[in-house]
């Protein structure tokens, strides 16, 4: 089979937890954003789009000139296909990019009942090699997602070996299970993964009981908060991106429909920036990236299993979040100029940092904070409306952030 020749820059496909972070991703530079409805995705607790939503959804990434995803890999179960058979009537009309999958029988569905659209693979169903992935483009398949457990060298084998349109993971939350399918949290709850309704008992506390001293538990720990046996570090590929590059990936995705706004906005500008770039010049790494990238709340970085097995450093000691900036503010705008939605509490005399698509960020001090009455107040807080001395170039859309202070 012919090696595959890269035509174009790589696709930016950003997670779209709400109408809000759907605006933002578009706003800072997403190719692509992904999303769900309330049936058959695979975060049930994510702010997911009714049909009016989509609509309104659909209006705005075309506009943007942004591809649309919509979410259908969950698990289904028999009596769920006259379900999913009435939603994919109801889709058709929004003309959406593509459906991701994961299901054969969604895919069968789909492509009985709207056989014109096109259709992802996603990560939960785990294509390690060139020849599933030939199977999946037989099938109509036209990407997958690349499973999280492969490395570089396993990666590069795909380029010469199939013409499907490879996508993955650069950067989120990684799952302790293979491809994500666990059972843990419905052996626990009844609240399963593979349906979208994960509690995360991986992330939580354990001790041990000895099985002839029932009631009498130890705990195994590695500091006073437990030893998180199961838990995950974040993935960060924002400094290997020149090898998957050259490796021929289409779509740079990164995870986090439930994650916050400033999450989105703060990701997006910088894999934007790091595309752009990259995909000229493959040397261009700007160590500015990996520090942005550490001001949004996240469990420790690494490369998960990207350069080799043996050293994948996928285990965290600890399940909480370095979390170094908040977000104190969103800049919206009315008839009367930009203002301020407060997110955070901050006070006059902190230095705050506005940041915007392309790279703006500057930090400024706040002198002065008022209300739509025009009074005066000591301190700006979350859901109020707020007047501040921004930027000159502030616009509307950017944020407002400010360096935790250790206590």
């Not at 520090?291 to 299993?305: A, N």
């Not at 005399?349 to 915007?356: H, R, T, W």
């Not at 739509?372 to 944020?399: H, I, K, M, T, V």
Request: with cysteine; aromatic share 8%.
């Amino acid at each position: 089979m012919t090696q595959k020749i890269k035509t174009k820059r790589p696709e930016l496909l950003m997670p779209a937890g709400d109408m809000q972070k759907l605006k933002t991703a578009i706003r800072f530079g997403a190719d692509a954003v992904y999303l769900g409805t309330s049936a058959f995705g695979l975060r049930a607790h994510a702010g997911n789009f009714d049909i009016d939503q989509l609509r309104t959804a659909r209006k705005l990434t075309r506009e943007a000139g942004v591809a649309l995803y919509l979410t259908l890999n969950a698990s289904l179960r028999p009596d769920e296909f006259i379900i999913l058979e009435e939603l994919l009537e109801e889709l058709k009309p929004l003309d959406l990019d593509a459906y991701i999958i994961a299901d054969p029988g969604v895919l069968a569905t789909i492509r009985r009942v709207d056989s014109s659209r096109a259709i992802h693979l996603s990560t939960q169903s785990n294509s390690c090699n060139p020849q599933t992935a030939e199977f999946w483009r037989s099938c109509g398949v036209s990407r997958i997602n690349l499973a999280r457990e492969l490395t570089l060298e396993d990666i590069c084998g795909f380029a010469g070996e199939t013409t499907i349109e490879l996508e993955c993971f650069v950067h989120g939350a990684m799952c302790v299970a293979h491809s994500g399918r666990c059972l843990l949290s419905t052996a626990l709850l009844g609240r399963s993964a593979n349906r979208g309704d994960c509690a995360q008992p991986c992330r939580w506390n354990y001790e041990l009981v000895e099985e002839t001293r029932p009631g009498e538990s130890f705990a195994i720990e590695e500091d006073y908060r437990g030893t998180y046996i199961m838990n995950s570090r974040d993935l960060c590929l924002v400094e290997q991106l020149p090898q998957l590059l050259a490796a021929g990936i289409d779509s740079f995705k990164v995870e986090g429909r439930m994650k916050s706004l400033y999450y989105v906005a703060t990701t997006a500008r910088i894999y934007r920036d790091a595309i752009d770039r990259l995909s000229v010049d493959p040397t261009d790494i700007d160590p500015l990236w990996r520090k942005e990238l550490e001001k949004v709340s996240h469990r420790p970085y690494d490369t998960g299993f990207l350069f080799g097995h043996e050293d994948a450093k996928i285990h965290a000691a600890d399940t909480h979040y370095i979390r170094t900036h908040d977000f104190v503010g969103f800049i919206r705008s009315d008839e009367n100029g930009l203002w301020v939605e407060g997110r955070n509490r901050f006070f006059l005399g902190d230095e705050v940092e506005l940041i915007g698509p392309e790279m703006r960020q500057k930090k400024f001090c706040v002198e002065k904070i008022q209300n739509f009455s025009g009074e005066d107040l000591p301190a700006g807080q979350p859901n109020s409306q707020l007047r501040l001395q921004l930027p000159d170039w502030a616009e509307e859309g950017d944020l407002l952030r400010l360096k935790r202070v250790e206590k």
